[in-house]
């Protein structure tokens, strides 16, 4: 994939016009990182926005003790690190790749230039920077309000909107390089905890498991979960 048709299809760039996003493609770095690989801790200083080109990267805070909280999951056609992109202080959190990742960065002074020159850019950093919050505020309902599998449910809808890849009419298919003790983190429980509750969902005919693979086969089922 060229570094213009990159940004076509990362909405924040997709409607600047081509000589802007010309000028902007002669200036991103790629980078692949390797399963595992951390792109950067939090409070680390930031002077780039990832574009991800193919892979997953997953969005992590520590605790002092070494815990570790997922904030989110980022796919191919998305980007990251706009926060401190744009405020020029230490990264909000961590990133770590979940597979082999290709990323294009762009560093502040280009896009800073850039969204000088174009308003439009502008306005769809605030609509990412809205959608940001608007997940946020949705996960820290879910942490509040909901028990284990409601959480689990939820973070898996989100995914499989986000993530998925349609199979058939009905089922969508998760295949993130998420391991249970991944997912774990992201909804505040053990292993053991998400284990059985996945381990419900499938008995339900919810969801079925291959591996890495989670199939969402009742998206309505798994929504009504979310609910209680
Ligand atoms: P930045 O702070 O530069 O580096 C970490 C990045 O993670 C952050 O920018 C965002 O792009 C991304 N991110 C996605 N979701 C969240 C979240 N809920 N909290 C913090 N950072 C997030």
Redesign the pocket.
Same mark, same amino acid.
């Given at each position: 994939m060229s570094n213009i048709d990159l940004l076509r299809r990362t909405p924040l760039f997709a409607d600047l016009p081509d000589a802007e996003l010309n000028a902007l493609a002669a200036h991103l770095s790629r980078r692949t990182f390797g399963k595992g690989m951390i792109l950067?801790h939090?409070d680390s200083p930031?002077q780039t %926005?990832?574009l991800i080109e193919s892979g997953t990267i997953r969005?992590f805070?520590l605790s002092e003790t070494g815990q570790e909280m997922t %904030?989110?999951v980022?796919g191919a056609g998305e980007?990251?690190?706009?926060?401190? %992109? %744009?405020d020029g202080?230490?990264?909000?959190?961590?990133?770590v790749a979940l597979e082999q990742t290709v990323t294009y960065a762009l560093h502040r002074d280009d896009f800073l230039r850039c969204l000088h020159d174009y308003p439009l850019l502008a306005q769809r950093i605030i609509e990412l920077l809205a959608e940001?919050l608007r997940?946020?505020t949705a996960?820290a309902e879910c942490l509040a309000f909901l028990d284990v599998p409601g959480r689990l449910a939820a973070a898996l809808l989100d995914l499989a909107e986000r993530h998925g890849v349609k199979r058939d009419a009905n089922t969508v298919a998760i295949d993130l390089h998420l391991t249970q003790t991944e997912l774990a983190t992201w909804v505040g429980a053990t292993r053991e905890m998400v284990n059985r509750a996945l381990v419900v969902f499938r008995d339900q005919g919810w969801i079925s498991i291959e591996g890495q693979t989670i199939k969402i086969l009742d998206m309505r089922q798994l929504r009504e979960r979310t609910l209680r």
């Amino acid at each position: 994939m060229s570094n213009i048709d990159l940004l076509r299809r990362t909405p924040l760039f997709a409607d600047l016009p081509d000589a802007e996003l010309n000028a902007l493609a002669a200036h991103l770095s790629r980078r692949t990182f390797g399963k595992g690989m951390i792109l950067f801790h939090k409070d680390s200083p930031g002077q780039t %926005l990832y574009l991800i080109e193919s892979g997953t990267i997953r969005i992590f805070v520590l605790s002092e003790t070494g815990q570790e909280m997922t %904030l989110n999951v980022h796919g191919a056609g998305e980007c990251f690190g706009e926060i401190s %992109l %744009l405020d020029g202080k230490p990264r909000s959190a961590g990133a770590v790749a979940l597979e082999q990742t290709v990323t294009y960065a762009l560093h502040r002074d280009d896009f800073l230039r850039c969204l000088h020159d174009y308003p439009l850019l502008a306005q769809r950093i605030i609509e990412l920077l809205a959608e940001r919050l608007r997940h946020l505020t949705a996960y820290a309902e879910c942490l509040a309000f909901l028990d284990v599998p409601g959480r689990l449910a939820a973070a898996l809808l989100d995914l499989a909107e986000r993530h998925g890849v349609k199979r058939d009419a009905n089922t969508v298919a998760i295949d993130l390089h998420l391991t249970q003790t991944e997912l774990a983190t992201w909804v505040g429980a053990t292993r053991e905890m998400v284990n059985r509750a996945l381990v419900v969902f499938r008995d339900q005919g919810w969801i079925s498991i291959e591996g890495q693979t989670i199939k969402i086969l009742d998206m309505r089922q798994l929504r009504e979960r979310t609910l209680r």
